[in-house]
T-cell receptor, first 114, second 117 residues
Framework: GENVEQHPSTLSVQEGDSAVIKCTYS??????FPWYKQELGKRPQLIID?????GEKKDQRIAVTLNKTAKHFSLHITETQPEDSAVYFC?????????????FGKGTHLIIQP | GAVVSQHPSRVICKSGTSVKIECRSL??????MFWYRQFPKKSLMLMAT?????????EQGVEKDKFLINHASLTLSTLTVTSAHPEDSSFYIC?????????????FGPGTRLTVT
């Protein structure tokens, strides 16, 4: 099955700086890679996703890059703000066929220092 | 929007009893729903995939007779923890995917905190 590794487990950055979280996956067939943000006691919220036929996707301050050859993908947050503080999870799956549950990384606790 | 609800949000039960958790998609139809388990300060672990009108697909190591899943309609899936034990205490979260072959996003419910005493 799929295995997703995520680094770092904790990331502390100054407000206004950029944050980068990296993930690797093991199954070369995986084709869908979402990122979720989870605040304490709340549900995971989808913040951005990318499919394997795309190398990069951007949405305002958030971007995701995918390197299929190396089987890794990264989340980039620019101009970080206090409300960006949360736990971020990457995930991977092979879509289609009705059995496309997500395999999650272990999460990154992002701390934005004022 | 894409809103998913879960009920109950918290439940405490005695060891040996069964507990049912409901997952509903409120404003969309979901042919596929997923059940995850999350331990404190840990990641989410996929337990099973629930497809409307068919049997659930369980991940390796998840006992299908202990975690009964029913997906009777396009907006409702239920997870029943049977003969619960303290080690079943956890945070159970469902997600739902909108019907449609080109839609991949999963929307999560708020979770259910189960405590078995």
């Amino acid at each position: 099955g799929e295995n997703v590794e995520q680094h770092p487990s904790t990331l502390s950055v100054q407000e206004g700086d950029s944050a980068v979280i990296k993930c690797t996956y093991s199954d070369s067939a995986s084709n869908y890679f979402p990122w979720y943000k989870q605040e304490l006691g709340k549900r995971p919220q989808l913040i951005i996703d990318i499919r394997s036929n795309v190398g990069e996707k951007k949405d305002q301050r958030i971007a995701v890059t995918l390197n299929k050859t190396a089987k890794h993908f990264s989340l980039h947050i620019t101009e970080t703000q206090p409300e960006d503080s949360a736990v971020y999870f990457c995930a991977a799956t092979l879509t289609g066929g009705g059995a496309d549950g997500l395999t999650f990384g272990k999460g990154t606790h992002l701390i934005i220092q004022p | 929007g894409a809103v998913v609800s879960q009920h109950p949000s918290r439940v405490i039960c005695k060891s040996g009893t069964s507990v049912k958790i409901e997952c509903r998609s409120l404003d969309f139809q979901a042919t596929t729903m997923f059940w995850y388990r999350q331990f404190p300060k840990k990641s989410l672990m996929l337990m099973a995939t629930s497809n409307e009108g068919s049997k659930a697909t369980y991940e390796q190591g998840v006992e299908k007779d202990k975690f009964l899943i029913n997906h009777a309609s396009l907006t409702l899936s239920t997870l029943t923890v049977t003969s619960a034990h303290p080690e079943d205490s956890s945070f159970y979260i469902c997600s739902a995917r909108k019907a449609g072959t080109s839609v991949y996003e999963q929307y999560f419910g708020p979770g259910t905190r189960l405590t078995v005493t």
